[in-house]
């Protein structure tokens, strides 16, 4: 195998959700860095070149804006029965671990030309660019939805229009020095794919 497969293969293989709960408080990404891995997102493919991809980042004081606002959209939105004090609190723990908050959110074609499907898919691809770029560029976090990312209310706090739709958010932060990788398992390939020959 040549060098540029194996790190590829690499990059793509060892890519891997990092929670706030392994990220070291006492650091902070800089501004810079979250700058250059959204240059990496906008090299994903769209269909008619739409790039129907657009980013919100929270950060410094921002970032305890993001989650207040959570916070309290989780509450107005989760029927009693299903209401979890613990889940309600964790927003509150995430405002002091997470560096940045990255809204992946996308702009429909305003032409009408390209379906949604299509547009989502887009931005899923841009999605992707983000989570490859976390190990090079040192830094950690996941892509959430959650039970409340697509609600009105967090589409009403971001200040969407209706030609907008959320994505999901990056949680963003940098893994503490002593974090263990965890072990992450793949269906093989061969077991997802069909192979049709005439
Ligand atoms: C569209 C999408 C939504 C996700 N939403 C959540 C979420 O709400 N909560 C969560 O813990 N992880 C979420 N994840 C991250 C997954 O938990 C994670 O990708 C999965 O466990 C596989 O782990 P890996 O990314 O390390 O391979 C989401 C991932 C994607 C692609």
Redesign the pocket.
């Known amino acids: 195998m040549n060098n540029q497969i194996e790190i590829l293969n690499k990059i793509i293989r060892d890519?891997?959700?990092v929670?706030p709960s392994s990220f070291d408080p006492h650091r902070k990404i800089e501004d810079k860095v979250i700058k250059e891995i959204l240059e990496n997102a906008i090299w994903a493919p769209s269909h008619g070149l739409t790039q129907p991809w657009f980013f919100k980042v929270f950060y410094s004081k921002g970032v305890y804006t993001f989650f207040e606002a959570l916070k309290e959209i989780y509450k107005s939105v989760t029927p009693i029965d299903k209401f979890s004090e613990i889940k309600y609190n964790k927003y509150t723990q995430k405002a002091e671990l997470v560096s940045h908050v990255v809204v992946v959110y996308m702009k429909k074609d305003p032409r009408g030309i390209i379906p949604e499907i299509e547009e989502i898919v887009a931005t899923?691809c841009a999605?992707q660019n983000i989570?490859l770029s976390f190990k090079s560029y040192g830094i950690g976090g996941?892509?959430?939805?959650?039970s409340i990312?697509y609600t009105k209310q967090v589409h009403d706090f971001l200040g969407l229009t209706d030609e907008e739709k959320v994505?999901?958010f990056f949680q963003l932060g940098i893994p503490d020095a002593n974090m263990k990788e965890?072990q992450?398992k793949r269906i093989p390939a061969s077991e997802k794919t069909t192979w049709i020959s005439e």
Request: glycine residues 18%; without cysteine; charged residues 20%.
């Open positions: 890519r891997q959700s929670f899923g999605i989570y996941y892509f959430s939805t959650g990312a994505l999901g965890k992450r």
